[in-house]
Every structure is written in structure tokens, then in C-alpha cells.
């Protein structure tokens, strides 16, 4: 069964977005495939990678058990605009970079929204383990997580600085 | 990729209008959408009608309803919100926690009380994709018709995994569902029932508005123990609530009275029974914990539905259970 | 030592990209009018396939369906053998097995299409375990069920064994297959045109491999066969050879469809049908003399190949060899076989084997150590290799080898002797339940390919002069997180004496690069950086030569370089340098008698895991871990220790976490809610250590990508041993699997 299309009006990465969607399209099939944000990431369809994870209204949440029509008049944020942002860099993923934080690069995204989420909500210098539990829904299968944990936390401490 | 079937949505802006589209034919009610999605993408459901309540505002309150003695939490509360809220936090700890354990922090920033409450049933034969269902031929919570976990077995065994249900139960909780023809509240006690293809009496056309649950009259102590594999993202595979009701304020009082009530199990969560014993015991204790462990090992039988075997999950309900009291006994 | 690139963490070549999500893995691209390919797959272990229908309700003529009828070429996956079909034809040999391809234009309309193909199907009788092959009463590969069988043999075992001045202890360990867990699925792109050719994108390690499979099955020449690495989001060996079979797929589906197709695994569909680790069953028994030292070692190595025999021989080999572990022992016996089963063919997965055996030989040592009242640590350095002795297969040790260096820095690291006795005093006093424990193994890992496999691949990499006086490093190695991108050129800009800004690493494109041979064996930085080092001198030699670049090897100016580079390219079409493998002199291996110098270098580790275990839900903490290896030069320490890190996680979840559990020859928890790799609240801080290189600071590089698998589980599981005097021999070993060794233990 298909049902119509309907006109979806958000905003993505700070800009006003209306695209047509069909109502089962999730979220990360919107943005991926409709909006050519290819930044965010599909790895297991279901909730169990993180690799997908965006910010809704600044809260990370998952795209691929989000119903695009659910983001209705809310604000999207994906890995791409975390750099516009910060005018094109973050400080968390130029803290990606210099640590090594990203191997292959595929949970990367994922990863950093949920770490921009917790330094945004603490707005001060983290710990390994609160890093640790923020970060408890994205899987890495190439670091070990040691790098990332250390980049998050000297990220907190840089943005920490006056 | 895994996609999503066909299905209109409709996003409604209060429990009346809500109610009025799940009337429909084929409607079925989502809200978080992280345990329905999944489902839907395994084509476990096939509903023609998804009724959003993410924009019903209703849904979202917290308040202490003073009169009633209750703590009203709105279904469309999320985890995360449920876990981290002062109110919940003051009066039920226990809620906190197990709210705050919910599979990942993703999950519970979307995941609602409502949906964890309705969370439905799962089962190592059910929760997979169709083409592998299909090639066991389905079972009964699925396109088949019989059961891999019982071999012979009529009844579905799939099991009740919510995290919160345990403790709403425990603290005796009641939830009020809501449709066109009216309102009713229930006990979550009597809301679930041993079926895992219909594990609640919730109608479909019901909505679940919120759970009232009554704040504490006297001193208390609760607990949550879950286990799992890894310490986050999973189920439950050991899930234990515990209330104790105390004489006075100290672990060293006397217990007026007890609820211990086990999940992932069937397809319902158990309450303990014949736990008269420790009644008049100071929760302090051992005996006390010994007690209750063992009545919890005897009555809690966990099956080879969900992941890992069911004889460890066995033992392990005892010694969480008795962790879990020491626990609460050693914080004072 | 110059001062250079090499030795320093310059950051990673493609970090920003990815940092940014700019990156685009092969879901990412589109190409125009591109279908979308679906697999249809078996249901059943063995069968034999007796008609494929298209069921009702579906636009069948919209679709370009191929079955085995429609290839260009022979049915077959080019590996060693020629045994595995692309598509299975009569005889359905495992689940998931390809049998159907379907594409459309709508992803949607694929997927309907694949649910709505029945296959007709007889069931036979499938091997669904190592036991009942072995057993044979069903023989589902050449008579007996054996694939490959290798004996090797030094010395007088049997005679060795029954001297009665040595004890003799005898063992069996298992290791459980494990998924790869790469986060991005696998996946291609493939175009078909009758007059240029077949061109495929993909998601892979290993492009003249995609490449030779493709030329075989559409019989072109190899210039019409085109392989392009897209970014590829982890491999691990999970995208050595399986990409293959899918580029295959996409391929014959757009020679079909007339269009390009684009074929994407789901997660599901992943685990289930591409390759995991081999399973293993390992029997030591072992003569040892009550001081320790290792007099004899009678081994037998199993391992599950699978329904195929894809790469099992290669991983049976590297296996034996590292069988017996970095010691010194007079008499060596190995029997290594690989074994067919109902599974699907079991592959490539870091460390390739050795992981397996190394596993198996350290909890032995532990076994031996405890029968003996020795210190683990003690047993092993005792008989640790010294420089000039023999490996198990007769391979001598030239390199100036001081493996007890490497342990005495992982114990020092660890606090092994203060630890050790702290959770000893612990463990006597406690009255609660929880246990510590502290356990080592020390291993090696050789680099590139086994035996001959070098020289049979006789690699070629080349390094190319731009007009704008940049370099441009041609190799098929591909980057797949590991950090290929960023050593190749740290290698090239100090080989050339440039900055490195000057050096660019362009995407493997079989159409561009020579074959520099697969990403695997730990064989990248090792042999295709020594290519590429050996191909920028010559370049440079070339410059000298033509009178346009003064002598020497130290830094260039730019400048100088730029204008010396203009002027060649004045005269002449290309400026290239290249360099082809050569063995380095003296080494020889002689298959046949499965003896000789196996590797053309080993890595040296010695790891440390610390653990807590609770007694009562038999649950398994690592505290601390603890990793220190001899590796040669380090040519990035932050990417090298990011390598170790990430292997080190990985191996924990292969000891503590990730099951694999077959039913029936049927993955049964094959999504990530239910094989579970280790989360960040699971994995433990990881603590490693680089040694300065035995060979000086000059020393070449080594191999390290797979080293970090082989030690951590032993070491775990020896620590467990530690903390609680049970003894667990088999991984995966989750709470159920521990609790029941302990119940064992106490009674």
C-alpha cells in the first residue's frame, strides 16, 4: 500500500527545508536519499549502531526508527551542519581529527552528534566515563573507543576554556 | 536496507482526536516508534494506519496529583525524561533507575513510559527477519503455527522485556487507556495477561494516557536489577523489582510489607507470592534476602526464548535479587 | 635517523573528511538510471534445488532476473579452488547460499520481488558440526570432509613424549567463529557496457582480487575490467574475498539490466551470508620437563571451513605455523586440517588463523605452568626464542630478537608481581564474590604472506611525478581505517625528501594503479611501503640521472624538485618510479615439507590483562589491559596504537562477547541486537606500548594490523584462571559458558 506524499516542513541545519515524503520514509531515508545528506550513516536498520544518530531540536536521536512526518516544523541537525555551525569545523571533530578518533570513518558521524549533544547539555569539561555513557548507543569496531573518549574530553576542556 | 511497509500517518494534537483516527480499521497507535519501527521493518505488523502521538502535549506531563496521592506521568514522557525528572526521581527511585536502563541513551531520549510499558513481547524465533522466520515456517506470534520455544505448546511464551513494568507493578501502578468510548484506569497489575501474541487487555482502539503511580504513604525502600551482556543497548535477560515497605525509616525496621515482581520471563511479568515470612523481619536481615531468593528461584521459571540459556538466567534471578536487597540494605 | 615524516602522528590524510561526513561510502553514490539489486538466498543448509519459481503479483518483466544460466563466464568464485558457485545450480551446499538476482529500478519493488521467489527445494542431509564431519558419515566434500591437510614435524615427538623424566600435559581449546562487525555493510556499484567493459565501485580490501574474479566470469581482457575502492567503512578481512562474489552479482545484473546496479547488503543479509572467522578445535599435548622447559609438542588444529573451501588452506597454514608460539622445543609435531561443513564458508578475519592457535598454545602454557607450581610469566620467558634458534617450522631467527625485554616491559607496565600477589591475598581473605586475577601470553605474528605467497604475488607499486611537482602514490593497498592513506605517504614524502603536502594518495582504480596486492597479512606498511619506497628512490634516480636533481637522499627543495620535474616531463610523456617485490635474500620455504622461513618478519608481543570475576554470575571484568609489542620502526605511533586499541577491543568481544550461534547451519542472532560487539561502557581502557625496534631506530617496519587479536583472549581467560582456579578452554566464554566451568571447578 502506498499512501500520498505529503509536503514535510522542517528545518535542516539551520535552513528552512519543505520536501515531499512518502509517510513511511524514516528519517534517514529523507535525508540520505532525498536531501543528499550522506553524512549520516545506515549500519543496522534498527536502533543497535548509532551510526544514523542526528539531533532533534539539539537531542541526539535515531533517523532510522524516525518517521520523517515526525520532524514536522522541528529542527534537524546532521554531521554536516555540526561544521556549519562552527563555521566549518567543529572543535569536537577537529578533536576527532587530531586524535585519531575516526578510523574508517562510518560511526563517526553518529558518534559526534551524540558527543555534541553531551558537551552542549554540560557546557563543561567531561569525564572519560561520562563519555563512556553518553556514547553507550554507537558502536565503533575500530578504536577500541580509546580515541574517541580522549578527543570528547579534550574537546569538552578546549570549548570549557573562557 | 531494511524498509518500513506502506502505511499512511496521521499526527494528531490531543487524546480525543487521537482516539477518533485509532477507531479506524488497520490504525495502530505508535509513539517513540523504537520498538514498533524495528517490528514493522521485520513485517511483524502490517498496520495501514500509524497514529503519531508525538504531538499530543497531554502525554507529556509530569504532576503530583495531591488529592489522588499520585504521581501521574504522561505515556508520552520520554526515558530519558522519566529517569532524569526530580519528581520521579524523589518519590521513585526504583522508576528512575529502570527507566534510566532502558536499552541505550539514543533509545531512551525517544523511547516513551508509555511505549516501554507497552513494549511487546519478544522471542528469539520472532524477533528476526521474515525471510529467516520463514525458513523455521513462522510460529505462533508470527506467520506459523506452532511454537519452537515449548515444542507441543498452543500458547505463546514470548517475553514481556519492558524494563519499567516490573517496578510500575511493584509500586502498584495503574494506568488509565483512553478511547471514543470513554476512559478507564487499571492496574498494570491486571493489565497483562499470558498470551505473547496479546500480551495487555489494551484494546486496539485504546490509547494508554498516562500511569498514575501512588506516592509513597510511610517509609520505603525499592530496588531495580537488571542484567544483561553488555551494559548497554540490550534487553533485559534478568529483570527484578522489589518494594519494601518499613515501620520506620531505617533498613534496620521492621517490613510491613513486600512486592517482588520478575519480567522476561512468559509473556507476562510475576509477582512473587508467599512472601508472609519476612513480614516483621528487619530488611537488614540476610535471612531476609535468603528468603525472598529462594521464593523468587522457586516461582520464576525464565524459558529459551530470549537470548542465553534459561537454566543460568535461573540462578541469576536469585542472586540479583539477593544483590539487590543487599544493596538497598548497605545505602542505608 | 633524518628528521622526516616517518616516526611521526601526522594526522590522517582523509580525517577531515570523515570528520565532516564528507566522505562517500559506496551507499552514498548514485550513478544515473542505476537499478537496485536484491539476492535471493537459501533458506535451508543442503538441498538440492529443484526449480525456482516467480510468484504472483509482481511485475516480473520489469525486472532483470539472472540464475546461473545467464552468466557470461563460468559459475564459479575465483579463489584457490573452483568449488563455490556464484550461484548455487543444483545442489544448495549451505544457508544463505545465492541463488537467485534480481534487479529494478525501485528499491522497494526489488525487495517484493525477492519475497516473492519460492524455491523448490529437496532437503539432504547437512553437517551442521566439526564432530559430524570429522565422523563422515555425510560427506559433503571430496571423500572425507577435508579440505586441505598440512603435517609438519622436527625432532623425535612420539620418543620425546614418553621419556619418563617429562611430565606430559595434555589439552583441548575451541574458539567460536566470530562475525567482523564492520559497521558499514558490504556493498557495489557495477556498470556494464558491451564495448568498454565492466566497471565496479565497491566496498573492499582487495581490488585485483574483485578484479581477476570479474575478468574470469565476463572472459575480457583486463584493461575492459575496471575495480574502484570507494570509501569502505572497516573490512577486517570480512571485505577480503566476499566483495568478489558481490561485485560479480552487480555486475551481471547491470549487464542484464542494461543499467548500472547498485547491490547493498542489510545488516541481516551481512551476517548471515559473508564470511567469519574459522571456528577451531585445538589438542596439545605436551612434553615438559618439571623446570619448565618445553621438550615436545604434539598439536593437532581443526578448523571449519565451511560449506566452500574460498580461503581455508591459507588460513589452516598461517594457523599451524603459529601454532607453536614464539618458544624454543626440540620436537614439534603439527597436523592442521581444514574441515568442510553444512556452514556458510567460513574467511578472512584479522589474523587469519593465528588468532585461533595462539589461543589455543597460551592456555595450554597456563595449564602446564599451574600443573607445575610456575610462575605463567616465568614458564614462557624460559622458553622464549633466542636470536639463531628455530620456529617450529625450522624458520631460524636472524633479527636480534630480546622477546624477554618485551614481556619484562608488559609485566612492569602491568605491575605483574605486585598484582599478582595482591589478588592472590585478595582472594584468600575475601569472604565476598569476587575474584582478581592477572594473566599474560606472549605471541608473535608474522608479516605479509605466508610461505611463498610474496613472491607468487609479486607485487608492483609506482610513485608518479606530477607537472606541479607533487608526487602521486599509485598502489592497489587500499584504506579501509587502518591508516593506509597517511603511512604510504609519511614513507613517500621522506623517500623523496619532500613535505608531505607534496604527496598525494589517489583512490585504488585497477584502471590507474598496478597491483600491489591485497590489504591483508598485515602486509601493507611492511611490503607495499617498501615498494613504494624503493619506487620514489628510483624516481629520484631518474631526476639524477637526467642531470636535474643533485646526489644524495636527504630533503629537496621544492622548488628544485618542481622545476627538475618540469623539465623531464619536457622530453618525456610520464615520470614514474616503480618498484616489484623482492624476497629479501636467504629465505625459503618449502611447502611441501611445510617447513622453511614462513614470514619474512615476525611483531614480538607480550599483553597483560587484569580482571575481576565475579564468582557468583560468572561475569568477567577487564580493569586494565596492558599491550606492548616490537614492531620495528613505528611509522605513526597515534594510528599504530589506534590499530592496537581497536584489535585489542575487538579480541575482548571475541573472548567475553560475541557468540555466533549456528542452528541447524543457520545463523541464528544475526543482527547486532543479538551478536553483540563490545559498547564503550564494555571495553576498557587500553594501555600500549611501542619497543624500540630490535634492529635499532633505523629498523624497517613491521606488519601490526593483526597482532592485537592473537593475545588478548588467552590473556584473559588466563587471568580468569588466575582469579579463580578454574580452568576455561573454550571462547566465546559469556557468563552461562564461565558459570558452568566454575560449577566444573568445584566439584
Redesign the interface.
Known amino acids: 500500500m502506498t499512501a500520498p506524499v505529503r509536503l514535510l516542513q522542517c528545518t535542516v541545519n539551520g535552513r528552512a527545508t519543505a520536501v515531499a515524503v512518502a509517510p513511511h520514509r524514516t528519517l534517514l531515508e529523507v535525508l540520505r536519499y532525498q536531501l543528499d545528506l550522506i553524512g549520516s550513516k545506515q549500519g543496522c536498520d534498527k536502533g543497535d549502531c548509532g551510526a544514523c544518530t542526528v539531533q532533534v531540536d539539539g537531542v541526539p536521536k535515531l533517523a532510522c526508527l524516525t518517521l520523517a512526518v515526525a520532524v514536522e516544523g522541528r529542527e534537524v541537525t546532521t554531521v554536516e551542519g555540526l561544521g556549519e555551525r562552527a563555521g566549518g569545523c567543529h572543535p569536537l571533530q577537529d578533536a576527532f581529527d587530531r586524535h585519531d578518533a575516526a578510523q574508517c570513518g562510518f560511526c563517526t558521524p553518529g558518534i559526534l552528534m551524540a558527543a555534541d549533544a553531551l558537551l552542549r547539555r554540560v557546557q563543561r569539561p567531561v569525564t572519560p566515563d561520562e563519555v563512556r555513557a553518553a556514547l553507550a548507543g554507537n558502536l565503533c569496531r575500530c578504536t577500541g573507543y580509546t580515541k574517541i573518549i580522549d578527543a570528547v574530553v579534550d574537546a569538552s576542556r578546549r570549548l570549557s576554556q573562557p | 536496507m531494511l524498509r518500513l511497509p506502506g502505511f499512511e500517518v496521521a499526527t494528531p494534537r490531543t487524546i480525543d482526536e487521537a482516539a477518533t483516527l485509532l477507531a479506524r480499521p488497520g490504525a495502530r497507535v505508535v509513539a517513540g516508534g523504537t520498538d514498533l519501527l524495528p517490528n514493522l521493518k521485520h513485517r511483524l505488523e502490517q498496520p495501514s494506519l500509524l497514529v503519531s502521538l508525538a504531538a499530543v502535549r497531554e502525554l507529556g506531563e509530569v504532576v503530583v496529583d495531591a488529592r489522588a496521592g499520585v504521581l501521574r506521568i504522561g505515556a508520552g514522557v520520554t526515558l530519558t525524561a522519566v529517569s532524569e525528572h526530580p519528581l520521579v526521581r524523589e518519590h521513585l527511585p526504583s522508576l528512575a533507575d529502570a527507566a534510566g536502563r532502558v536499552a541505550s541513551p539514543l533509545i531512551r531520549n525517544m523511547g516513551t513510559l508509555g511505549g516501554n510499558v507497552n513494549l511487546d513481547t519478544r522471542c528469539r524465533y520472532v524477533n528476526q527477519t521474515a525471510f529467516w522466520r520463514s525458513a523455521i515456517g513462522g510460529c505462533l506470534k508470527s506467520e506459523g503455527n506452532v511454537c519452537h520455544v515449548v515444542p507441543g505448546g498452543r500458547n505463546c511464551v514470548a517475553a514481556m522485556s519492558s524494563d519499567c513494568v516490573p517496578v510500575l507493578i511493584s509500586l502498584e501502578a495503574a494506568a488509565v487507556l483512553r478511547s471514543t468510548a470513554g476512559g478507564r484506569e487499571l492496574p498494570l497489575a491486571e493489565y497483562f495477561q499470558a498470551d505473547g501474541r496479546e500480551h495487555t487487555v489494551r484494546r486496539p482502539d485504546e490509547i494508554m494516557a498516562e500511569i498514575r503511580v501512588p506516592l509513597p504513604t510511610g517509609p520505603r525502600r525499592c530496588a531495580y536489577s537488571k542484567w544483561s551482556v553488555r551494559k548497554s543497548i540490550d534487553f533485559p535477560l534478568v529483570s527484578i523489582a522489589l518494594r519494601f515497605d518499613l515501620a520506620a525509616d531505617a533498613v534496620d525496621a521492621a517490613i510491613t510489607a513486600v512486592r517482588v515482581v520478575v519480567g522476561v520471563l512468559g509473556s507476562r511479568p510475576r509477582e512473587v507470592t508467599q512472601l508472609d515470612a519476612v513480614i516483621g523481619q528487619p530488611l537488614s536481615d540476610p535471612k531476609v534476602a535468603e528468603a525472598i531468593a529462594a521464593r523468587v528461584h522457586a516461582q520464576c521459571k525464565p524459558l529459551e526464548n530470549v537470548p542465553y540459556e534459561a537454566p543460568y538466567r535461573r540462578e541469576m534471578l536469585a542472586v540479583h535479587t539477593r544483590r539487590a536487597i543487599a544493596r538497598l540494605v548497605a545505602e542505608g | 635517523m633524518q628528521d622526516g615524516f616517518v616516526g611521526r602522528?601526522v594526522?590522517?590524510r582523509?580525517?577531515?573528511?570523515?570528520?565532516?561526513?564528507?566522505?562517500?561510502?559506496v551507499?552514498?553514490l548514485s550513478l544515473p538510471g542505476m537499478w537496485h539489486g536484491v539476492t535471493v538466498?537459501s533458506?535451508?543448509a543442503r538441498a538440492r534445488l529443484l526449480g525456482v519459481e516467480l510468484g504472483e503479483g509482481v511485475p516480473w518483466h520489469e525486472f532483470a532476473i539472472v540464475g546461473p544460466d545467464d552468466l557470461p563466464g563460468p559459475n564459479v568464485v575465483k579463489l584457490i579452488d573452483t568449488d563455490q558457485p556464484l550461484l548455487a545450480a543444483d545442489e544448495i551446499r549451505h544457508?544463505d547460499e545465492p541463488v537467485l538476482l534480481l534487479a529494478h529500478p525501485d528499491?522497494?519493488m526489488a525487495?517484493r520481488g525477492r519475497?516473492a521467489v519460492r524455491l523448490r527445494l529437496e532437503p539432504l542431509p547437512a553437517v551442521t558440526s566439526l564432530d559430524d564431519a570429522l565422523r563422515g558419515d555425510v560427506v559433503v566434500w571430496g571423500r572425507d570432509n577435508v579440505f586441505r591437510e598440512y603435517r609438519t614435524a622436527k625432532g623425535d615427538v612420539d620418543a620425546a613424549l614418553a621419556d619418563p623424566d617429562v611430565v606430559v600435559v595434555e589439552g583441548v581449546y575451541e574458539t567460536g567463529a566470530q562475525e567482523?562487525?564492520?559497521?558499514?555493510?558490504q556493498g557495489m556499484i557495477a556498470q556494464f557496457d558491451a564495448e568498454r567493459g565492466v566497471t565496479v565501485r565497491g566496498s573492499l580490501q582487495c581490488p585485483y582480487y574483485v578484479h581477476a574474479a570479474l575478468v574470469a566470469l565476463f572472459q575480457l581482457p583486463p584493461q575492459q575490467v575496471r575495480v574502484i575502492q570507494t570509501?569502505?567503512?572497516?573490512?577486517?578481512g570480512g571485505k577480503e574475498e566476499y566483495p568478489s562474489v558481490i561485485a560479480a552479482h552487480a555486475a551481471v545484473l547491470a549487464r542484464k539490466a542494461g543499467h548500472p546496479v547498485k547491490l547493498?547488503y542489510?545488516?541481516?543479509e551481512d551476517v548471515?551470508a559473508t564470511t567469519k572467522r574459522h571456528p577451531s578445535r585445538t589438542h596439545h599435548r605436551t612434553a615438559v620437563r618439571r623446570d619448565g622447559t618445553l621438550v615436545a609438542m604434539d598439536i593437532d588444529f581443526i578448523i571449519d571451513g565451511g560449506a566452500y573451501l574460498t580461503l581455508s588452506p591459507v588460513v589452516l597454514s598461517r594457523g599451524a605455523i603459529h601454532s607453536a608460539g614464539p618458544y624454543r622445543c626440540e620436537h614439534v609435531r603439527i597436523r592442521a586440517r581444514a574441515i568442510a561443513t553444512s556452514h556458510p564458508p567460513h574467511g578472512a578475519f584479522r589474523g587469519f588463523g593465528a588468532p585461533q592457535s595462539v589461543f589455543a598454545l597460551e592456555r595450554h602454557l597456563d595449564v602446564i605452568a599451574a600443573r607445575l607450581g610456575l610462575d605463567p610469566a616465568a614458564l614462557r620467558r624460559k622458553n622464549l626464542l633466542q636470536p639463531g634458534e628455530q620456529t617450529a617450522v625450522g624458520q631460524v631467527v636472524r633479527e636480534p630478537i630480546a622477546l624477554d625485554r618485551v614481556l619484562d616491559r608488559a609485566l612492569a607496565l602491568s605491575h605483574w608481581h605486585e598484582r599478582r600477589a595482591a589478588h592472590e591475598a585478595f582472594n584468600r581473605s575475601t569472604d565476598g564474590p569476587l575474584r582478581r586475577g592477572i594473566g599474560v601470553a606472549t605471541f608473535m605474528h608474522g608479516a605479509g604472506f605466508t610461505g611463498a605467497g610474496e613472491v607468487h604475488l609479486a607485487s608492483v607499486a609506482q610513485v608518479q611525478a606530477e607537472r606541479d611537482g607533487t608526487l602521486t602514490v599509485l598502489a592497489a593497498s587500499t584504506e579501509?581505517?587502518?591508516?593506509t592513506n597517511t603511512v604510504f605517504a609519511q614513507i613517500v614524502a621522506d623517500a623523496a625528501g619532500l613535505p608531505l603536502s607534496r604527496v598525494r594518495v589517489g583512490q585504488p582504480d585497477t584502471a590507474v594503479v598496478p597491483d600491489s596486492g591485497p590489504t591483508v597479512a598485515s602486509r601493507t606498511t611492511m611490503v607495499v611501503g617498501t615498494l613504494l619506497r624503493r619506487a620514489t628512490a628510483s624516481l629520484r634516480q631518474t631526476l639524477r640521472d637526467a642531470g636535474l636533481l643533485p646526489a644524495g637522499t636527504g630533503p629537496v627543495d621544492p622548488e628544485v624538485f618542481t622545476q627538475a620535474v618540469a623539465r623531464y616531463l619536457a622530453d618525456h610523456e610520464q615520470l614514474r618510479g616503480e618498484a616489484r617485490y623482492e624476497p629479501p635474500p636467504g629465505i625459503a620455504w618449502d611447502e611441501k615439507a611445510f617447513r622453511g622461513d614462513a614470514y619474512a618478519s615476525y611483531a614480538w608481543a607480550a599483553y597483560v590483562a587484569d580482571v575481576t570475576v565475579d564468582l557468583?554470575?560468572?561475569e568477567v571484568r577487564v580493569d586494565d589491559f596492558v599491550a606492548v609489542q616490537e614492531v620495528g620502526r613505528v611509522v605513526n605511533p597515534?594510528?599504530a596504537?589506534?590499530q592496537i586499541?581497536?584489535?585489542?577491543?575487538?579480541a575482548i568481544g571475541w573472548a567475553l562477547?560475541e557468540q555466533v550461534?549456528y542452528r541447524d547451519g543457520?545463523v541464528?542472532?544475526?543482527?547486532?541486537?543479538?551478536y553483540?560487539?563490545?559498547?564503550?561502557?564494555?571495553?576498557p581502557?587500553?594501555r600500549v606500548e611501542f619497543m624500540p625496534p630490535f634492529l635499532g631506530d633505523d629498523a624497517p617496519s613491521k606488519g601490526i594490523g593483526e597482532l592485537p587479536m592473537d593475545g588478548p583472549a588467552p590473556a584473559i581467560l588466563a587471568a580468569v584462571q588466575h582469579a579463580t582456579g578454574a580452568v576455561p578452554t573454550a571462547i566465546p566464554m559469556?557468563?552461562?559458558q564461565l558459570?558452568q566451568v566454575l560449577q566444573e571447578a568445584q566439584s
Open positions: 602522528s594526522p590522517r582523509e580525517g577531515h573528511d570523515k570528520v565532516t561526513g564528507a566522505t562517500a561510502y551507499d552514498d538466498r533458506p535451508v544457508c528499491r522497494a525487495e519475497a567482523q562487525m564492520y559497521i558499514e555493510p570509501a569502505t567503512g572497516g573490512g577486517f547493498i542489510d545488516r541481516v548471515r579501509i581505517g587502518q591508516g557468583r554470575t560468572a597515534v594510528l596504537a589506534g586499541e581497536g584489535g585489542v577491543a575487538q562477547f550461534v543457520r541464528a542472532n544475526p543482527q547486532m541486537t543479538n553483540i560487539i563490545p559498547t564503550a561502557v564494555d571495553t581502557p587500553i559469556l557468563p552461562e558459570a
